[in-house]
């Protein structure tokens, strides 16, 4: 009997991973050692390992191709991916910074929560990382699992149970459809490489009549779709991020969109760019259709959750219109929204986390009625993190939204750019009226029960960073995101 | 023949595939659901995969029916009587027909058919080194880190059934 020939394995291929899922089970161990009130320590610990993680992410940059790929071409940790892996570890180590407050707030600070998020930081590494449709689905699969448990943390709370079996039963759905896109797809082309696929369809221009190929490409992007929340697969969207946790809501608003997009734009890409006039035209609509939607429907939000979760579908839009552009500026644009789009994300969620209080969410947009007198330089993040979410310049969701749209017309979209342009104006009244309820409304509450953590202040002045640096200076950044653009 | 008995199967697959959904009495949802497994496994034959077979009949149809039929049991759930979502079944029917008949109109369109890619494997490689042995290989060279991965969703899967589910924590 012959001896296995063992692949060519190369950990540092996926070191971030190993290092947050090391971190995540020994922290599982601490956790039995921890009295119920210290439990805030699991999350200093977690944030360590999260700055840890960032070393190999910054010492793998620009790393000669031999040293990207691992795993016999499982994963392939190029500058795309380590861009991602950045964004992760940001949403990661902010929604870290602010969940203490809110979990004991609530009486829900069990230890098991920080490496829940970990691992599913992990998983959303893998899918950016996976050039095996394989990984792509268990990373996706891991994130998704962790997510549930997290959506339902609170566990007393019915709304919360109701956001975790609702992510539950959709999210399993729309992984069928995923998993079973990528068996048509392997049964097509014999391979779940996307380097083997992509071969396999240049060398075989005939497989375009191939219909199991065509069905296995349409619900692999329907399942894609489900993830990243467009329209008409958002249903889900507004229920889970009510009903979840706060902290987990900013969480999951942010890192399981970008993870999804980055998987879907490499298998889109690389696999079938000879179908990109098909698949543009569908992602075209599905674009138009989210943006639509999404800021329609958030109009008519009185829940402040509820209208985040809706301009969360709406920005998920925006950036498909930067996926059908499928060019370069367009691909730079969305890595430079998806990581504004986690500072400002964050950082609304964490100033709506603090105007709530136990029993109390106090997510009404009425409820701010003059907390920016009562409040001012909370209010004043509020309105850096509302001007960034409505694109309104010098704030990085401007920047981040220009190139995307500039994409759009370079590739020849120019109606594309005009719809997003004119859904991106009528964005600017939700956003506007909370900011009139906190600044021109006489305040109704005193707002005393409100109090900054120290860890708090940390991830609204990051956030604070993250969003003005970039928007006013975004040279590097946007330099940085067009180095990590795989094409 | 084999032509007539895949018929005959997927026949039977599809028919307790609609029992699972169409029973009342969860009880003989779960017994349907045991023979769709049944007739999965019956295909994993066809298909020259026998350790696929029988991994399908002893992991689904045995164990963990077994634990879905003992939950059921423990829950006493009640026969659900009357219908209710009647709006929601007749617009399914509607959009279930439609996709049905575009499914059919597709796939008779004189196109190139569902020829897919061969791989290396063929029923003489299976016969030789034996189907256990390939998918072990496999499983640790090409797909070690999809395997190494699934530790990891297991681990996700556990800690997250005791926050949920486990009365003190």
Redesign the interface.
């Known amino acids: 009997m012959e001896t296995l020939a063992m692949p060519a394995i190369n950990f540092a291929a996926i070191m971030p991973e190993t290092i947050l899922s090391a971190v995540a089970m020994a922290l599982l161990l601490v956790n039995v050692f921890v009295r119920s009130e210290q439990k805030a320590y699991l999350g200093y610990l977690s944030l360590i390992g999260i700055l840890v993680t960032f070393f190999p992410i910054v010492a793998g940059w620009n790393a000669p191709v031999e040293l990207q790929s691992g795993f016999n071409g499982a994963v392939l940790q190029d500058n795309f991916s380590l861009f991602f892996k950045g964004i992760f570890l940001v949403s990661a180590a902010l929604s870290i910074l602010i969940s203490d407050q809110y979990m004991q707030r609530e009486g829900c600070n069990h230890g098991e929560l920080y490496p829940l998020i970990l691992l599913a930081t992990a998983g959303m590494m893998l899918m950016a990382s996976g050039t095996d449709l394989m990984v792509i689905f268990l990373g996706l699969e891991l994130l998704s699992v962790a997510l549930y448990v997290l959506a339902g943390f609170n566990r007393d709370k019915l709304k919360s149970n109701e956001a975790g079996l609702k992510y539950f039963l959709l999210g399993a759905f729309s992984t069928g459809f995923l998993l079973y896109g990528m068996a048509l797809t392997f049964g097509a082309t014999g391979t779940t490489k996307i380097a083997g696929i992509a071969a396999y369809v240049a060398a075989n221009p005939m497989i375009t009549g191939n219909q199991m190929f065509l069905v296995g490409m349409l619900l692999m992007g329907v399942g894609f779709s489900f993830k990243i929340a467009a329209a008409p697969f958002h249903m889900w969207t507004p229920d889970v991020y009510e009903g979840a946790p706060t902290p987990m809501t900013a969480f999951m608003s942010v890192g399981p969109k970008a993870a999804g997009f980055a998987a879907f734009l490499r298998v889109f890409m690389i696999a079938l760019p000879a179908y990109k006039p098909e698949w543009s035209a569908l992602l075209w609509v599905l674009a138009v259709l989210t943006m639509t939607v999404g800021n329609i429907t958030a109009l008519f939000q009185q829940d402040i959750k509820r209208m985040l979760a809706y301009s969360s579908i709406a920005h998920a839009g925006y950036v498909l219109v930067g996926f059908v552009a499928g060019n370069a500026v367009g691909t730079a644009g969305i890595m430079f929204y998806m990581l504004s789009y986690a500072f400002m994300n964050i950082g609304a969620f964490a100033i709506i986390l603090l105007v709530g209080r136990k029993g109390e969410p106090n997510n009404n947009v009425a409820d701010y009625a003059g907390f920016g007198f009562k409040h001012p330089l909370l209010g004043l993040a509020m309105s850096i993190f509302l001007f960034s979410l409505a694109g309104i310049p010098p704030a990085a969701g401007f920047i981040g939204k220009f190139y995307i749209f500039s994409g759009a017309i370079q590739a020849g979209y120019i109606w594309l750019a005009i719809i997003g342009v004119l859904n991106s104006a009528a964005s600017v009244y939700y956003y506007l009226r909370v900011m009139v309820f906190m600044y021109m409304k006489d305040p109704v509450e005193e707002f005393d029960w409100l109090k900054v953590t120290p860890a708090h202040a940390l991830c609204l002045l990051v956030a604070v960073a993250g969003v003005l640096i970039p928007g006013i200076v975004p040279g590097y950044l946007l330099e940085l995101a067009q180095k990590a653009v795989f094409f | 023949m084999e032509t007539f008995f895949f018929a005959i199967v997927a026949l039977v697959a599809i028919v307790s595939g609609m029992l699972v959904v169409k029973c009342r009495n969860p009880i003989n949802s779960a017994l349907s659901l045991i023979v769709t497994f049944f007739c999965l496994a019956t295909f994993y034959v066809m298909l020259e995969a026998p350790f696929m077979a029988a991994i399908q009949v002893i992991v689904y149809a045995g164990a963990i029916m077994v634990l879905i039929v003992f939950v059921i049991m423990l829950l006493n759930l009640r026969t659900e009587t009357g219908s209710r979502y009647t709006h929601a079944v007749t617009v399914g029917t509607i959009i279930g027909v439609l996709t049905l008949i575009e499914i059919v109109y ?2 008779s369109g004189g ?9 290396g494997l063929n029923t003489e490689t299976i016969e030789r080194v034996g189907h256990t042995e390939l998918i072990g ?1 496999s499983m ?7 395997f190494e ?2 530790s ?2 297991l ?3 556990i ?2 059934a ?3 589910a486990k009365k003190k ?1």
Do not use: K
């Open positions: 597709f796939f196109r190139s058919g569902l020829t897919g890619a061969t791989g290989r640790f060279t090409d797909f070690l880190l999809p991965i699934t990891l969703l681990l996700v899967a800690v997250g005791v926050v949920l924590i």
